[in-house]
């Protein structure tokens, strides 16, 4: 029995179906931390008594900070997914860049967006 090289249209469509939903999910998440970056939540110090505001202010500079950390990592999540469904189109999806064997269908279900098998992730690769 040969091995199998590609995944066929029906499991790509699966795997589409899967980043698709994540894609959505993601993008979400995306707004909802580019919204609190930008205090677009109304939530902010001015109507705060000066007491509190020096201690409110230092304390939300931290946490843009942190959701522009956040928001910069779920945009490279997206970028991931979209270029997954890039792969889908040109079907080299699930193809390990290191190996050129198939990626388990098990690794892609829980990493749609993964582009190496576990072997290569780990360095077993010989």
Known sequence: MTEKTKYSDVELEEF???ILEKLDVAKRDYDLLRGGLNNSDGNDVSDTSPTFKVLEEGAATLSKEE???L???QMKF???LQAAL???ENKTYGICRE???L???ERLRA???ATLSIEAKQGKVR
């Open 16 to 18: 589409r179906e899967i």
């Open 78 to 80: 997206i970028q991931s």
């Open 99 to 101: 190996t050129g064997k």
């Open 86 to 88: 890039i792969r889908i």
């Open 67 to 69: 959701a522009g950390r």
């Open 111 to 113: 990493v749609p967006h």
């Open 103 to 105: 990626i388990s269908k």
């Open 71 to 73: 928001a910069q990592r």
